[in-house]
């Protein structure tokens, strides 16, 4: 009595129940997407939200106490952008790819309107706070413009912040506490290499927020 060896094109396709959609439109492709495609993209941008969630928590409570935390300020602001960076890169794969028509992107389908439209300003708030922070920096106290920019672009970013937070925390929540389950880690491809991404990202922020710390103790004097 012989046993019945599935062929690998019938193995390919047994279990959708067990696969994710992103998972099953690879299998038919026939060609695997290291970085999970679709699912993946949510995935990295949802856990780097969470770290960016984090630090800004971290920098908000610097803001309270500015006279005796303005060096952790300024620490904690160099770690953020690399995060910062990973988490434009991936909204912004996303992006290109929907309006390159890319079918799985498509299908995901895109944010409401309101926060595309948002989107634009939130970003281009995000790099005005951080380089505006970063020039202050270098600056030591000799430039009021620049100050009075980083406190407005600041003020402005909160506010957008607030509705994009506001609007995309379930998601975020949704997003992660599925990725944590081992069904999805296994139906997902590129778990390893977004979880070095973020590491990197993360690292590399400390790494140079430590090496700019005289920069920071001479800005203070």
Do not use: C
Not at 53 to 68: D, F
Not at 108 to 133: N, Q
């Amino acid at each position: 009595m012989r046993s019945h060896v599935a062929p690998p094109d019938e193995a390919l396709a047994s279990g959708p129940a067990e696969r994710s959609p992103a998972a099953r439109s690879l299998a038919r492709l026939g060609r695997p997407d290291r970085w999970g495609g679709t699912e993946g993209n949510e995935l990295l941008t949802s856990a780097t939200a969470a770290v960016l969630t984090v630090l800004l928590a971290a920098e908000g409570l610097t803001i309270l106490n500015m006279g005796g935390l303005r060096t952790a300020h300024m620490f904690v602001g160099l770690v953020l952008i690399p995060p910062v960076l990973v988490k434009l890169g991936s909204t912004g794969y996303r992006f290109a790819r929907y309006y390159t028509r890319s079918s799985a992107y498509r299908a995901k389908g895109p944010p409401l309107l309101a926060l595309r439209l948002l989107a634009p300003v939130l970003v281009a708030l995000t790099i005005a706070v951080l380089v505006s922070g970063v020039l202050l920096m270098v600056a030591g106290h000799k430039s009021d413009t620049l100050l009075l920019i980083h406190k407005a672009s600041f003020i402005g970013w909160g506010a957008v912040f607030a509705v994009h937070f506001l609007a995309y925390i379930p998601r975020v929540a949704r997003s992660l506490s599925a990725g944590l389950g081992a069904a999805r880690r296994e139906a997902v491809p590129g778990a390893g290499l977004r979880a070095m991404l973020l590491a990197a990202a993360l690292g590399g922020g400390v790494a140079v927020a430590i090496a700019l710390l005289p920069t920071i103790e001479a800005w203070q004097r």
